[in-house]
């Protein structure tokens, strides 16, 4: 058995890439759980060139983490990269409570942190459920709860699951489906308890995602595409761009949602 770590603003008209962009939210500020890699990089700079300021927590490299730091001031954001440990509570307090003192706000939570764990049933140890369950879903109670705390009324909560969480047609992933799962009931009980405070929360699905954790020339890879209808995997890209529109102006009116970006897993 192996664990694998994994408000609306004012428009403004700028040049992405090459590309015209409105800049959605622009004056607000994000926080990006696990955004130094993969899905969570892509992420925070996708809100970085809707116009947000972005923080993100990370794990493990403060270098890689510095230069995702880099590619948001390149875009004329202001950017901060926080050391936190989403399995541990007071990490992830820390890092909420750090973004709102440097930034003075916060309108939106992406919760990306994760881990994946692949086995037989039979090989899963008490201390690996501790690990995938305190990431995976306790690190996102602890972060929505201190989240709420500062963000302001009309702001988005984003979690990123799993197309596990409803499908698992191969075995060996009782523990991660368990964990991504339970997603499902966090996102429609919050998005009911904050609701009256304009507050939409809502859960996006990846399927097959071209990263390190699960890259698309892995092992494994070929049977991953088989499973959806697209008959490839997701880049990072694609994912980020659905969060953008949930955190956007377009999905006020999206709460308690689950929005499978899969490939038709």
Known sequence: MRSIPE?????????????????TMAGEVALVTGGSRGIGA???????????????????????????????????????ALRADSARPAEVRAAVGAV????????????CAGVGAVGPFAEVTDELTDQV???????????????????????RIVTIGSCMNERVPFAGAVLYATS????????????????DRGITVNLVNPGPTDTE?????????????????????????????V?????GPGARYVTGATVAVDGGF
């Open 100 to 111: 709102a003192e440097r930034f003075g706000r916060l309108d939106v939570l992406v919760n």
């Open 133 to 155: 369950l305190d990431v995976n879903v306790r690190g996102v109670l602890t972060a929505c709860r201190e989240a709420l705390a500062h963000l302001a009324d009309g702001g």
């Open 42 to 80: 892509a992420i925070a700079l996708r809100l970085a060139e809707e116009g947000a300021d972005v923080a993100f927590t990370y794990r493990d490299s403060a270098e890689r983490a510095q230069a995702v730091v880099k590619e948001i001031e390149a875009l004329g954001r202001r950017a901060v």
């Open 213 to 241: 954790m699960n890259p698309a020339d892995g092992d494994g890879a070929d049977f991953q595409r088989s499973l959806t209808a697209l008959g490839r995997y997701a880049a990072p890209a694609e994912i980020a761009a």
């Open 180 to 195: 991504k799962s339970a997603l499902t009931g966090l996102t429609k009980a919050l998005a009911r308890e904050v609701g």
């Open 7 to 23: 408000g609306e603003g004012t428009d403004m008209a700028v040049e992405v890439q090459g590309r015209a962009q409105v800049r």
């Open 243 to 247: 969060v953008a529109h949930l955190v």
